[in-house]
Nanobody, 115 residues
Framework: QVQLVESGGGLVQAGGSLRLSCAVSGNFDSVKSMAWYRQTPGKQRELVAASPNSGNAYYGNFVEGRFTISRDNANHTVYLQMNSLKFEDTAVYYC?????????WGRGTPVTVSS
């Protein structure tokens, strides 16, 4: 089992920045990639960014160079730096640990961008 706890969400003006954090605990060997997803009411959860254990990070098309995913493996923490935030980025952001047969989810942290 893997436990994920997100933090760092909040209210920010359009054009501003936020950094989300995800504290990871449990069986790290079962996780092959860490990712951030987001979801708004009535829409499917969508991938924001992913960081495989080996290989390059990749991002949703809407990111357009504004977000950066990073990992502090020594401290078991994953970050999502979000810059140039837009109103459309308003969502609940979820940290995910992607295993071969399982996906582990955090409870999410809300991000609200005011226009």
């Amino acid at each position: 089992q893997v436990q994920l706890v997100e933090s760092g969400g909040g209210l920010v003006q359009a054009g501003g920045s936020l950094r989300l954090s995800c504290a990871v605990s449990g069986n790290f060997d079962s996780v092959k990639s860490m990712a951030w997803y987001r979801q708004t009411p009535g829409k499917q959860r969508e991938l924001v960014a992913a960081s495989p254990n080996s290989g390059n990070a990749y991002y949703g098309n809407f990111v357009e160079g504004r977000f950066t995913i990073s990992r502090d493996n020594a401290n078991h923490t994953v970050y999502l730096q979000m810059n140039s935030l837009k109103f459309e980025d308003t969502a609940v952001y979820y940290c995910a640990g992607l295993g071969i047969q399982s996906v582990y989810w955090g409870r999410g942290t809300p991000v609200t961008v005011s226009s």
